[in-house]
């Protein structure tokens, strides 16, 4: 049963509008097992005709689209999460094979992506999220009136989503920012990640049919599959495309960006890039904690072979016995860790030449490093320096994508703080301290309020908590515009821009910015919050 | 008495940290006349040297200025606004001859920067404007506890702000960029204007003395001067700015953001660029008002030699003998203008260019054109032509800096309708509508809120209202960032990005999000607004 309707529905092509194509001679396969015989699809890369196709279709919706009551926008989000949460079994099956991640981790991340839908339909059910602030008139200021000026945000346009290798559900097809789009009014014109095109299109099925079936206007979402840059940068130069979001390598991201930057009409692009996620290990806690901290941390370092972008991979501590045992306990679960699978060849090839250089480069020494199984998969590593080489070695600094850690033991607590003086922009930056490290807690966090998205005490930097407080974002080179979150109900303003309205008469206004306060939110008037009517 | 201060003050040195520097050699005069005698001053271009000097020192004092109180920040400001009120007539007196804006216009300008300030005093007082945010724990969760976490908006850093040359002080020295910044809590190096280098000068001794007053750290605001492209990019391009505000052509403010998309750390580039700022009067209003909605737009025209960005450049109407009243009456009124001296001779020459172009274009006739005083003024001109011929001549889409207008009489309502679609990117689009239009300018309204930063109804585009709901802004080639506003309170969130905190003991979070509220502003707590406590 499973095996037919999987091969009805997989087709290899591009879903835009009501139709399928696969015009582009150039594919791609991907051999999977389903029922026990295992069967190649060719994935058909979008042509410029294609990409062309499903942007129009989307310009062309995004009138209806945006205008469709919110009311109906709920349903259809909800319709999805539940779509999504009835295709469980079968994506699961899929992503595992495509990704080779676990199916505990990969039936969490189809949650998490239900969850991440329930958290934008309670959003706009809400309704507060558009912003709206009301200055109503003074006709008889002196030495002029004062006109009445309402302003709210509203949708910016089609956009163009990237997904992610690592989160097949979450930070893809259904993920963050097409859900955060679609919210927004936005169509999505959204471009598989080529490690999981198979995963990618049972999801776009699911969003393609629900959206059929809660009459949303055609073409408010298309899947593009396609493995070369081209392709990418095609859709990115689209002129009808008013953002980008994407999530993946710094390469990756820089390229996006740099050819939305020289387009006629420059638009924003909304990269996510990958950290190092510095640690903090202040003396207090390690002196207390040495051991069960070491276990956190390098459970976290270790979990799904290190492919989160928050994984913690530069860990920063001063001199002390106590910094010792942390050390030794750390290397010690490294070394009794098991080598494990990567998401593609490519990232385990590119795991293992960072990890070779590393080894070549005489400025970290490796202090322990995990079982290996065979030749394909991650084996973890762990390396240590002291905080003047590190300042000094600038190859130290960068993100390794997989179970690898770097731990840079400073002499004293002014070191420590030089050394989170010199980082980059980061997604997370995390402090460990007891109570007794309080006032150097306080320093580096005003330090690292500045460098990283998210300042995180006594937590592990994985684990993206899904809800309207997070900031999954950051200073480059985290990301390409520090401004935003990908993650939590704050990414909706990823698309969307302020307009205001002045001396409307109350009948054209949006009902957010009406007299009568139809939809009950509270609004800023006048300078104050206030969820009351205008007279 | 005012001409011993002012020759006192008048250096043309750039003002860093505590000194006067001017080690360039090359320089460019101004000639202004004080107590009937006319003296040449020399101002000298910052170096790459000064540049440097200038924003390391805004640098090095970021964290201190960004942690000093927000009551000493108000004070701050609040000096700031007084001093300038109080310097208002040499000010005014120097603007004058700089710019050749009238007094009274001058006067109301200053008032007006005034007001800017007293704006975001206001918000920081109030205090909400961090935006808030805290999800509380969930330690029982499942199948994993939520962690606490809360966000709000911190400064982003050092900021280059390049004034405008149409707006010597609302838009220069102390204008809203610099304010926002300042309120922010971001240092700013101040690039001044090449065409009033003087009244730059006076104004910037006036923040950098009351910072010294009031205590601020060295280095929080610098003045540059400098007339070459070469200069602002060294200024854009310098590691440690991390925004960048401008206000003027296109030409400019699209090279400072291609020079920023460039840099190894692309930074956000904020250019207001002006804007066509179309007008839709629709056949019901014609037929009640026709004369004196033609006498508001054309005094909105012509005001100050057309000199403001939201100046209306297009008219769009629909062909009826309301219309060609309306017409005749706006004819009539450019055909009695008086010829204005206009900002500089560069402006000038560029608005005489592009009349000479659009003559010799025949896609539009000449309908009227104002008194020639003599040929250093600006002349008004009104042009015509219809919806086809506009639609297929792009070269009548394009700015014309000064008292120039092009009407364009639509067939029917749909024309019109086709005519707001084809629209670019504006700071501004408004519709004049009597009751009877409800259904067209309803339909207008949603092509024209995707198209500009401000929509407005029946009221002129020139005067841009200084306050929280204000839009000054709009899709590009309006503005490189659309996501924004250049004027009103909003503006702060130019200069600041989201921060979260996750897990941190409430003595080391900031105050906007400690447990116990201290600050006493509402905030978005677990979902809904409240000014609680959080027990």
């Given amino acids: 049963m499973l095996r037919r309707k999987f091969m009805f529905m997989l087709t290899g092509k591009n879903y835009i509008g009501e139709y399928l194509y696969g015009l582009n001679n150039y594919t791609?396969?991907?051999?999977?097992?389903?029922?026990?015989?295992?069967?190649?699809?060719?994935?058909?890369?979008?042509?410029s005709a294609e990409i062309d196709k499903a942007v129009t279709l989307a310009a062309q919706c995004f009138h209806a689209y945006r205008n469709t009551s919110t009311f109906s926008k709920i349903f259809f989000l909800e319709s999805l999460a539940e779509a999504i949460a009835q295709s469980k079994e079968l994506l699961v099956k899929v992503a595992m094979q495509e990704t080779f991640l676990p199916q505990v981790r990969l039936e969490g991340e189809v949650q998490r992506t239900i969850n991440q839908i329930k958290l934008f339909t309670s959003l706009l059910k809400d309704g507060?999220?558009?912003?709206?602030?009301?200055?109503?008139?003074?006709?008889?200021?002196?030495?002029?009136?004062?006109?009445?000026?309402?302003?709210?945000?509203?949708?910016?346009?089609?956009?163009?989503?990237?997904?992610?290798?690592?989160?097949?559900?979450?930070f893809s097809v259904a993920g963050g920012d097409t859900i955060a789009a679609l919210a927004a009014g936005c169509p999505v014109v959204y471009k598989a990640h080529h490690a999981h095109p198979a995963t990618s299109e049972l999801v776009a099925k699911v969003i393609v049919d629900t959206a059929a079936k809660c009459k949303m206007p055609t073409g408010v979402f298309a899947l593009l599959q396609g493995k070369t840059n081209a392709c990418s940068?095609?859709?990115?130069?689209?002129?009808?495309?008013?953002?980008?979001?994407?999530?993946?390598?710094?390469?990756?991201?820089?390229?996006?960006?740099?050819?939305?930057?020289?387009?006629?009409?420059?638009?924003?692009?909304?990269?996510?890039?990958?950290?190092?996620?510095?640690?903090f290990l202040?003396?207090?806690?390690?002196?207390?904690?040495?051991?069960?901290?070491?276990?956190?941390?390098?459970?976290?370092?270790?979990?799904?072979?290190?492919?989160?972008?928050?994984?913690?991979?530069?860990?920063?501590?001063?001199?002390?016995?106590?910094?010792?045992?942390?050390?030794?306990?750390?290397?010690?679960?490294?070394?009794?860790?098991?080598?494990?699978?990567?998401?593609?060849?490519?990232?385990?090839?590119?795991?293992?030449?960072?990890?070779?250089?590393?080894?070549?480069?005489?400025?970290?020494?490796?202090?322990?490093?995990?079982k290996e199984i065979n030749s394909d998969n991650a084996v973890a590593h762990m390396f240590q320096t002291d905080a003047k080489t590190f300042l000094?070695?600038?190859e130290l600094w960068h993100e390794v994508f997989g179970p690898a850690s770097i731990h840079i033991v400073a002499d004293d607590a002014k070191e420590l703080l030089m050394l989170a003086k010199s980082l980059q922009g980061q997604l997370t930056a995390s402090i460990w301290a007891d109570e007794e490290d309080m006032e150097l807690a306080k320093d580096l966090a005003t330090i690292l309020e500045l460098k990283a998205g998210r300042v995180i005490m006594n937590n592990v930097p994985t684990g993206v908590e899904v809800t309207h407080a997070m900031v999954h974002g950051g200073p480059y080179p985290a990301t390409t515009d520090g401004r935003t979150t990908s993650v939590g109900s704050a990414a909706i303003y990823r698309f969307?821009?302020?307009?205001?309205?002045?001396?409307?008469?109350?009948?054209?206004?949006?009902d957010a910015l009406k007299n009568s306060n139809p939809l009950n939110i509270p609004r800023f008037v006048n300078g104050k919050v206030s969820d009351e009517k205008i007279e």
Wanted: proline fraction near 6%.
């Fill in 28 to 47: 791609f396969a991907v051999s999977l097992e389903i029922d026990n015989s295992k069967t190649t699809y060719n994935f058909h890369e979008a042509s």
């Fill in 128 to 170: 507060a999220w558009v912003r709206s602030i009301i200055d109503t008139a003074q006709p008889d200021r002196k030495p002029l009136p004062k006109a009445d000026i309402r302003q709210m945000q509203v949708p910016i346009g089609p956009v163009a989503v990237f997904g992610a290798s690592n989160f097949p559900f979450a």
């Fill in 282 to 370: 202040l003396p207090g806690c390690l002196q207390k904690n040495a051991a069960s901290v070491a276990e956190k941390l390098a459970a976290s370092n270790l979990q799904n072979a290190g492919q989160f972008c928050t994984n913690p991979g530069l860990v920063f501590s001063v001199r002390s016995t106590h910094t010792e045992n942390f050390l030794s306990s750390f290397a010690n679960v490294i070394k009794n860790s098991n080598a494990e699978h990567m998401l593609s060849e490519n990232i385990c090839n590119n795991y293992n030449a960072s990890i070779r250089s590393l080894l070549v480069n005489e400025s970290a020494k490796l202090r322990s490093y995990g």
């Fill in 233 to 279: 940068i095609a859709l990115v130069t689209h002129p009808l495309i008013k953002a980008v979001a994407f999530t993946g390598s710094f390469k990756g991201g820089r390229a996006l960006f740099d050819a939305a930057a020289k387009r006629d009409e420059p638009i924003p692009v909304y990269a996510e890039m990958g950290s190092v996620n510095p640690i």
């Fill in 496 to 510: 969307t821009r302020p307009v205001c309205y002045q001396n409307f008469t109350d009948q054209l206004l949006p």
């Fill in 392 to 394: 000094a070695n600038k």
